[in-house]
């Protein structure tokens, strides 16, 4: 991320999509980060970041994240692995 991370804020990026860290994670920042990669096993709770939005404690589950997007707003979902919502919708507006 260190390489990456200036060529994304010159060419103003949004949103970093990533997995295969076997957990799911929203982190706050230019540009935010979401981790979904916990379709499989997850590793131990994960120790949340000072800019994490979500999970908003330790925790390791099951599940994934879903993106809404239209032309002004961008809203992402945490759902554990029934598809039960385990997030509040988190919305942030261009």
């Known amino acids: 991320m260190v390489t990456l991370e200036p060529v ?3 060419s103003r990026v949004d949103l970093y999509i990533c997995g ?9 920042g230019q540009p935010r ?3 979904s990669g916990a379709g499989s096993d997850p590793v131990p709770p994960l120790v949340p970041h000072a800019k994490t939005l979500f999970p908003s404690e330790a925790t390791a589950q099951l599940g994934f994240a879903v993106i809404e997007l239209d032309d002004h707003s961008m809203t992402i979902r945490f759902f554990d692995g029934e598809g039960t919502a385990i997030s509040k919708p988190f919305t942030f507006r261009r």
């Open 33 to 35: 980060l979401l981790i």
């Open 8 to 10: 994304m804020r010159r």
């Open 20 to 28: 295969h860290d076997h957990h799911l994670e929203l982190i706050d």
